[in-house]
């Protein structure tokens, strides 16, 4: 498994948003080659920003009342534009 971790696959993840993937990538990778210059910067900016994004608040997941009414709001916008 180890082979497949590449700075693509890393940046991959990065792209998509998915900043812990990414630095677990580029933390293996940098224990593997501690000298690369590029994996360390890597590993600091998202470093940055993963304590950054710990900071902010979650978005709290909707309940299930909640879900329940958007679906049917969306149920009714639906079926008043085909009665148009």
Known sequence: MDRLLTKT???I???QGHLQKAYDIFKAL???NPSDGELQ???KELEEQL???SHEPPY??????Q??????????HIRNRRTR
Do not use: V
């Not at 709290?60 to 009342?65: A, F, G, I, W």
């Not at 879900?67 to 009714?76: A, F, P, S």
């Open 41 to 43: 910067n890597r590993l």
């Open 60 to 65: 709290p997941d909707p309940s299930l009342e």
């Open 30 to 32: 940098s224990e593997r």
């Open 67 to 76: 879900k329940i009414h958007r679906l049917e709001g969306w149920l009714n």
């Open 9 to 11: 696959l890393a940046e």
């Open 13 to 15: 993840y990065l792209r």
């Open 51 to 53: 304590a950054l994004s």
